[in-house]
């Protein structure tokens, strides 16, 4: 081969025709999945290495992106990272220049992990602990981001549920590095629960990946939560979602909605409650009257019975029962039969022929007067004979 016919480069030339090459030949965007190494800030730039365990690569996050980034890696963090390719011509230096970095699933669970273990063992994660959530609240601050479908479903639950309770809504970043804020704007609430008749807090994310749920890992703020003075209720992600601040929480609902529906009563099963409370009160009203009404009764019974009048009354009806059954076994009813009383002149009466001889003399008595007798002849009656 001819060297005449090879092209011929400065150094200068050559780094500057494969900054060329590659800005022509590679995507101007990107995602790369990695591992980060050695992060340091120099002059307010983040820079760190890149790898996946085979291959490395240089990586920066400028000071102007970095103040923008809702997370910053530390050492050993899988990342996502959102870049281009940065070469430099003067040291034929390649560099991915990171424009966003979020953490990978597994550094999501690895820290999620940390956390949960750490406050089970101190006796913050402890279901002792949690709180009776209040039965009808007057009040309930919501955290959560505003404006967003999550905080619509729950005014709109909150309306057709219970719409006495009133909802303050209290705007939250929910996504990123943003636990200072959270913790913040809990802190300042908690110091006006009181003032604002607060009865329970919800903590509420609509949908997501796990790995935007992150923030709620955070120690501080899980801790902030655990000792909050009103009860709390989160409402985080997905019914599947998992995260520390759950676990601290006085309730854990699936969703943003679910934790309005376990503070607020449904109204129409209360108002059937109360009618159903009204008729069994008003059943025992009326057995009590009715027995009331049997018990006086039985009294007003017994009183007339032991009443001197009563006792009158009942005396005379015996007397008239004695004076009838001495009338009928009164002698001069049996006179007016036909019969006769006879008696000896002492008085005596006659039954046999026994107690009189001849020459007695007798008193007849007869139903309208008397007449004295003396006895000439005495027959006694012939002897019966039994078949």
């Not at 007849?364 to 000439?376: F, K, T, Y």
């Amino acid at each position: 081969m001819s060297v005449d016919r090879l092209p011929t480069y400065s150094v200068a030339e050559l780094n500057t025709a494969i900054g060329s090459l590659l800005e022509r030949g590679f995507a101007p965007r990107f995602l790369l999945e990695a591992t980060v190494s050695r992060p340091q800030l120099k002059k307010g730039h983040l820079w760190l290495t890149l790898t996946d365990g085979s291959a490395s690569i240089s990586g920066v996050v400028w000071a102007s992106k970095l103040a923008q980034l809702s997370y910053q890696p530390k050492d050993g963090d899988g990342v996502t990272v959102v870049g281009k390719l940065n070469f430099w011509a003067a040291r034929a230096s390649l560099t991915v220049q990171a424009l966003d970095i979020r953490p990978s699933l597994s550094t999501v669970l690895r820290d999620f992990e940390r956390v949960r273990q750490l406050l089970e063992q101190e006796g913050v994660i402890d279901p002792s602990h949690q709180r009776p959530l209040p039965r009808q609240p007057a009040s309930i601050a919501v955290l959560t981001s505003v404006p967003s479908s999550a905080l619509a479903d729950m005014l709109r639950t909150a309306a057709e549920r219970w719409p006495m309770t009133q909802l303050i809504v209290v705007p939250i970043p929910v996504q990123g590095s943003v636990a200072p804020t959270i913790i913040s704007t809990l802190e300042a609430l908690a110091e006006r629960t009181d003032e604002l008749g607060l009865d329970a807090l919800v903590l509420a994310r609509g949908g997501g990946s796990r790995e935007d749920l992150a923030v709620f890992d955070n120690e501080a703020l899980c801790r902030l939560l655990a000792n909050y003075p009103i009860p709390v209720v989160t409402g985080l992600g997905h019914e599947d979602d998992l995260t520390v601040a759950d676990l601290v929480a006085d309730h854990r609902a699936a969703t943003p909605t679910a934790a309005i529906v376990a503070l607020l009563p449904d109204r129409e099963a209360e108002r059937q409650g109360v009618a159903q409370r009204q008729s069994r009160l008003k059943d025992a009203l009326l057995g009590r009257i009715l027995r009331e009404r049997q018990r006086l009764q039985a009294r007003d019974v017994a009183l007339q019975q032991q009443s001197p009048l009563e006792k009158i009354k009942r005396q005379r009806q015996a007397l008239a029962q004695r004076h009838q059954l001495l009338k009928a076994l009164s002698p001069e009813r049996w006179l007016k039969r036909g019969l006769a009383l006879i008696s000896n002149t002492a008085g005596d009466p006659i039954s046999d022929l026994e107690s009189v001889k001849i020459g007695d003399q007798l008193n007849i008595r007869m139903s309208n007067g008397s007449l004295e007798a003396r006895v000439d002849q005495i027959q006694p009656s012939a002897p019966t004979t039994s078949a």
